[in-house]
């Protein structure tokens, strides 16, 4: 169970976070809305320890990860799973190497044959064929790229997985492949998953339940038909703007 | 007190915190580089391939570079010495110019634009598009897998490479000498020999060896801490040679005031 309670963060004069409180159960998938620059990046990284609050806490699994000594933390990023908005593959590594480090029990990562079958089977899970594994990440398309970064979050089995914008920048047809991928994985494997994501249409479609951060916190939070239904004014205008953003860019949306 | 006081204050003010907070996050850096140094598995191999990648990619321009600092020398000293000064004496001016100064500042300065470069556009590019993030996501180091391997290669290898640039530089002074001076080989080698003391070789080395510090921990820590896209990836890789070639030639002369004052 991921808890985040009153986080706060600021660079410089900005405040990105200003007390944001959430709650991911067991099992569910989050999905986290918002516009750009909200802090939505930022509220996955204070999960995940690579950024220090200025204030609040968040514990997963009942550790407070601000207060973790780095082997604490590093084991801890053992059981979570990161998915990074452009894959952030390692330039100067194949795509056998880049999924192999996914492998965060050093035991499996240093034995070969476990970790080829294991490389092989992250790939089929994300559809890619086993010749990719040779491959470099500047041979490799945008959502392959991003399909290799889930790959590799999910090498080492985790226990939660962190997807920021899986769906950026791609198009509506690699948009879908992802989505569903991130449905099937959270199905398949069963982890607890928080997607931060523009895409209200994927996000939808993906979670179990909905936040919508704005200004720092979180505006509203409910399941997808709520989300729907609510008359709050923050939730309405960022469904319009989405509703309207999504009509003169692919002409529509199915929601 | 007036407006433009003020600001004057504010700005030297900023600038002071700016520093302190940067000499701050150095010692992070290399607090933290001393800590992944117990994931020998890590670094080790790491390091023997930047070790190979920095020194059969350098050693080419390191000689070429040496030997024209030695040949130039010898052909100056030939220049400057006419009248009572013996002949010989270039023998010394060269042997001592390139192992004492020319051998290591150069090759310092030349490594400083090419592998600081290097370093920091490397790692400056990882840190912008979420490598080392997701390194550390990944729960490992990026102390032991990107920053200790590049510093010890520095550390290891530049003195190597200033060794060849030494003999480099006198072998080509030699051969320069005897080409367009009245020098013959006994001359030559006598004046090598007349104000050569062994601590000379160690010198060179040492001063090799701060360089190869300045170079590999000021390149590791301005990629390291590269902000703002491919502007800052260009900022930290200029920052890096700029700033490497400066502390050379402050080393260049703290070394020669400590070590050499008689």
């Known amino acids: ?255 | 007190m007036t407006a433009l006081a003020i600001q004057v204050q504010h700005r030297v003010g900023r600038a002071v915190l700016d520093t302190l907070a940067a000499v701050g996050r150095f010692a992070a850096l290399v607090v933290e580089m001393g800590r992944g140094l117990t994931e020998v598995r890590v670094w080790l191999p790491r390091t023997l391939d930047e070790s190979w990648n920095i020194g059969v990619g350098s050693f080419f321009i390191v000689l070429l570079i040496s030997s024209f600092a030695g040949a130039v020398t010898a052909l100056q000293a030939g220049y400057q010495f006419t009248g009572n000064i013996p002949i010989y004496v270039v023998g010394s001016v060269v042997t001592e110019s390139v192992v004492l100064e020319l051998g290591p500042v150069l090759v310092g300065l030349i490594l400083a634009g090419r592998i600081g470069a290097r370093y920091a556009a490397e790692l400056g590019t990882m840190r912008v598009t979420e490598q080392i993030d997701a390194l550390e996501s990944l729960g490992r180091s990026p102390a032991s897998h990107l920053l200790i391997p590049r510093v010890l290669a520095c550390l290891l290898m530049i003195p190597i490479l200033v060794i060849f640039a030494d003999v480099m530089g006198v072998a080509s002074g030699w051969f320069a000498s005897k080409q367009a001076l009245p020098v013959t080989d006994a001359d030559f080698i006598y004046g090598a020999r007349v104000f050569w003391r062994p601590f000379d070789a160690w010198y060179s080395i040492i001063k090799a060896f701060f360089f190869a510090g300045a170079i590999g921990f000021v390149s590791c820590y301005m990629g390291y801490s590269t902000k703002q896209g491919a502007e800052g990836v260009g900022r930290s890789t200029t920052g890096a040679v700029v700033t490497s070639s400066v502390l050379i030639l402050l080393l260049d002369t703290l070394l020669a005031k400590l070590l050499l004052s008689v």
């Open chain 1, 1 to 255: 169970m991921i808890e985040i309670t009153d986080l706060a963060k600021h660079f410089g004069a900005q405040v990105v976070l200003d007390g944001v409180t959430l709650s991911v159960k067991e099992g569910e998938t989050m999905a986290l809305l918002g516009p750009s620059g909200t802090g939505k990046s930022v509220l996955l990284k204070t999960i995940i320890g690579l950024i220090r609050p200025d204030r609040g806490r968040v514990v997963v699994d009942d550790l407070d990860v601000a207060t973790l000594s780095r082997k604490a933390l590093s084991r801890l990023r053992g059981t979570i799973g990161y998915v990074f908005q452009n894959g952030a593959l390692f330039d100067s590594m194949n795509v056998f190497e880049n999924v192999r480090l996914g492998l965060t029990d050093p035991d499996q990562f240093k034995d070969l044959d476990f970790a080829r079958s294991r490389v092989a089977d992250c790939l089929a899970l994300v559809n890619l064929p086993a010749e990719t594994t040779g491959k470099m990440p500047s041979e490799l398309s945008g959502g392959m790229r991003k399909r290799v970064g889930i790959a590799r979050a999910i090498a080492g089995r985790p226990k939660y997985v962190l997807y920021d914008e899986p769906t950026s920048g791609l198009d509506p047809v690699n948009a879908d492949i992802i989505d569903a991928l991130v449905k099937r994985l959270d199905t398949e494997l069963g982890v607890t998953s928080i997607m931060v994501t523009h895409d209200v249409r994927g996000a939808f479609r993906t979670a179990d339940r909905v936040a919508l951060l704005t200004q720092g916190r979180i505006a509203a939070i409910g399941t997808p038909d709520d989300f729907l239904a609510s008359e709050d004014p923050a939730v309405r205008a960022f469904l319009q703007r989405d509703f309207e953003l999504s009509s003169t860019s692919s002409g529509g949306v199915d929601r």
